[in-house]
């Protein structure tokens, strides 16, 4: 069986590297409830990491390191292609060389985080450069009909907004239909306190 071969950009490896390593991480917040105990809360999958190691030989191996590091410093995310690897949007992060080059022999080591877009037109940065201070709801919420509106800081959660208004965090999903994830919620998102 014939591997496709490993892309980034405009790259193509002349053959694969030698060691792959897929690395998949989930986001965990912890929460300290009373009584000592805790509450694990789920804020879903954070990225995929593609790390490897694989050499160049033959006569042009070191020109060869060379196009490939002329790609890593090329700016912004590319598509990789990688023969165990979903087809993906991705960062090249990280390019070492693991011993003395030779004119004929270089043995590497890269890293790709994949480059999830979802948060592309998302996140915005807050005008204070970081999370308000909790005023206890005077400055941060603004009344409606229904009870209050609250602003997404930078590091809030739909739990601790519940915790500090003093609802069910259910109660909280669900007067805001308008949030179709309730592990992603977004700086200058409203959410709505019944």
């Known amino acids: 069986m014939r591997l496709t071969p490993m892309r980034f ?21 912890v929460h300290a409830v009373p009584f000592g ?9 954070a990225y995929r990491v593609l790390e490897g190691e694989g050499a160049f030989a033959g006569a042009d191996a070191y020109a060869e390191f060379l196009r ?9 995310p590319g598509l990789l292609v990688h023969p165990v690897w979903p087809a993906e949007r991705a960062y090249f992060v990280e390019l070492q060389v693991t011993q003395q080059p ?3 022999y270089v043995k590497y080591r890269f890293v790709f985080w994949e480059d999830w877009d979802g948060y592309e037109s998302a996140l915005t940065e807050n005008d204070d450069g970081g999370t308000a201070p909790w005023t206890g709801g005077q ?11 609250y602003t997404v800081k930078k590091g809030d959660t739909l739990w601790g907004i519940a ?15 308008g949030i179709k994830n309730p592990n992603l919620i977004y700086p200058g998102d409203k959410v709505v306190i019944p």
Not at 139 to 149: F, K, L, P, R, W
Not at 166 to 177: H, W
């Open 9 to 29: 950009k405009d790259y193509t490896w002349p053959h694969n590297p030698e060691i792959y390593a897929v690395e998949y991480r989930r986001r965990m917040a």
């Open 37 to 45: 105990r805790c509450v694990l809360q789920d804020l879903g999958g």
């Open 68 to 76: 490939l590091a002329e790609v890593f410093r090329q700016e912004g």
């Open 102 to 104: 030779l004119p004929d």
């Open 139 to 149: 400055s941060a919420v603004q009344t409606t009909s229904g009870g209050g509106a």
């Open 163 to 177: 915790q500090r208004w003093g609802v069910s965090l259910q109660a909280l999903i669900a007067a805001n239909p």
